[in-house]
């Protein structure tokens, strides 16, 4: 069955410090993973998507095919990073599902 | 503005007695879908749709149903409502795939008494 699993609820980092947040997938296609992210009292948006290969805010994601593996890293995080991570797995099923995992909370400390 | 909004955003109600909520979006998506965001699980899909008329079922479908029978509107129907799904629920609108980049509702947070 498809699984996306993010490992860590709450990651705490200091301000200036790499953060990688992890996600592993169970999918025997081809996966369309992405990243999305909710801020404090704002809705949820993406963030980054694998196909596009692009950095925002400073963040990347590359997909491992072979550790079934989209973690998301930033080398110097920042304290406006602080919120809730979520990667998710879409995938056609004649239909398409969405599924996502149970999140990260990365808090940034100054 | 091009967003995704939802009606009510909260709503206090009782044991067995049916409500809707409401789904629009002003962006022309084909795709639009509803999910349910619960403390450790994260968002799981209830229902999704590929286009007007065009509804599938999500992981967790019980106990709800919804209808598309407009492209901008997809609203979530619980007929008999229970403790159980007291949760805060989000729409989502793709261009055309679920596989596009969704676009996020603000969430509607349900207690069900």
């Known amino acids: 069955a498809q699984r996306v699993t993010q490992p860590e609820k709450l990651l705490s980092v200091f301000k200036g410090a790499p953060v990688e947040l992890k996600c592993n997938y169970s999918y025997s296609g081809s996966p369309e993973l992405f990243w999305y992210v909710q801020y404090s009292r704002q809705r949820l948006q993406l963030l980054l998507r694998?196909?596009s290969r692009e950095s925002i805010k400073g963040f990347t994601a590359d997909l491992n095919k072979g550790e079934t593996s989209f973690h998301l890293k930033k080398p110097f995080a920042q304290e406006e990073d602080s919120a809730m991570y979520y990667c998710?797995?879409?995938?056609?099923?004649?239909?398409?599902?969405?599924?996502f995992g149970a999140g990260t909370r990365l808090f940034v400390k100054a | 503005e091009a967003q995704v909004t939802q009606n009510p955003r909260y709503l206090i109600t009782v044991t067995g007695k049916k409500l809707t909520v409401t789904c629009s979006q002003n962006?022309?998506?084909?795709?639009m879908s509803w999910y349910r965001q619960d403390p450790g699980l994260g968002l799981r899909q209830i229902y999704y749709?590929?286009?007007?008329?065009?509804?599938d079922k999500g992981d967790v479908p019980e106990g709800y149903k919804v209808s598309r029978k407009e492209k901008r509107n997809f609203p979530l129907i619980l007929e008999s409502p229970s403790p159980n799904q007291t949760s805060l629920y989000f729409c989502a609108s793709a261009v055309q795939r679920g596989t596009d980049t969704q676009y996020f509702g603000p969430g509607t947070r349900l207690t069900v008494l």
């Open positions: 749709s590929m286009n007007v008329e065009v509804t």
């Open positions: 998710a797995l879409s995938y056609n099923t004649g239909g398409f599902k969405t599924i």
């Open positions: 694998h196909i």
């Open positions: 962006m022309n998506h084909e795709y």
